[in-house]
């Protein structure tokens, strides 16, 4: 099975700068990876999808790159705001066409004014 | 809002109750899920629903009953529940035909065992 690491320490930056959030894995090379946004006490929402042919994708403020040869994921938001506070989520297809994902702990961002 | 309610937001129950917790979709989705989501822990799948067949169940205890009467409703029937039980319980639906499995997911219902 896949197994994601995100790091489990809070990021706290200040407002406007660039947010970098990072998600390893250690097993095979997924197709695409997914990236959500969870706010205390709700469900995660999905921001954004990269397949493993493309580098970096980008959505307004966010852009997310992935290396398949580093097995990494790097999830950028720039000009942060603190409304952008929230935990971020990446996850990966389970393996074997089962269309049930992988979600890593997340990483909480706390963006101060 | 992502199309998926999930009612009640939040229940407390003793160890000897009865409830259920209700998902429904409004996307026109095919598959449906249900999570476990404990505290400082990833989302822990739970059952996956498609066409109204259920086609995982994460070898959860069988205090835990789903049913999916059709592919917009998803219930989580709960009966002698215990205290580790407590946890945000999550609903996501996933559009079927699709070659990825993005979810999108309900509110949750923050659930309670004394």
């Known amino acids: 099975s896949q197994k994601i690491e995100q790091n489990s320490e809070a990021l706290n930056i200040q407002e406007g700068k660039t947010a970098t959030l990072t998600c390893n894995y250690t097993?095979?090379?997924?197709?695409?990876l997914q990236w959500y946004r969870q706010d205390p006490g709700r469900g995660p929402v999905f921001l954004l999808l990269?397949?493993?042919?493309?580098k970096e994708k980008r959505k307004e403020r966010l852009k997310v790159t992935f290396d398949t040869t580093l097995k990494q994921s790097l999830f950028h938001i720039t000009a942060s705001q603190p409304a952008d506070s929230a935990t971020y989520l990446c996850?990966?297809?389970?393996?074997?066409?089962?269309?049930?994902?992988?979600f890593g702990r997340g990483t909480s961002l706390i963006v101060h004014p | 809002e992502t199309g998926v309610t999930q009612t009640p937001r939040h229940l407390v129950m003793g160890m000897t109750n009865k409830k259920s917790l209700k998902c429904e979709q409004h996307?026109?989705?095919?598959?449906m899920y249900w999570y476990k989501q404990s505290a400082k822990k990833p989302l822990e799948l739970m059952f996956v629903?498609?066409?109204?067949?259920?086609?995982e169940n994460n070898s959860v205890p069988s205090r835990f009953s789903p049913e999916c009467p059709n592919s917009s409703h998803l219930f989580l029937h709960l009966h002698t529940l215990q205290p580790e039980d407590s946890a945000l319980y999550l609903c996501a639906s996933r559009p079927s035909g699709g070659s990825t499995d993005t979810q999108y997911f309900g509110p949750g219902t923050r659930l309670t065992v004394l």
């Open positions: 097993n095979y090379s997924p197709a695409y």
């Open positions: 996850a990966l297809p389970t393996s074997g066409g089962s269309y049930i994902p992988t």
């Open positions: 996307l026109g989705h095919n598959a």
């Open positions: 990269i397949r493993e042919n493309e």
């Open positions: 629903y498609n066409f109204k067949e259920q086609t």
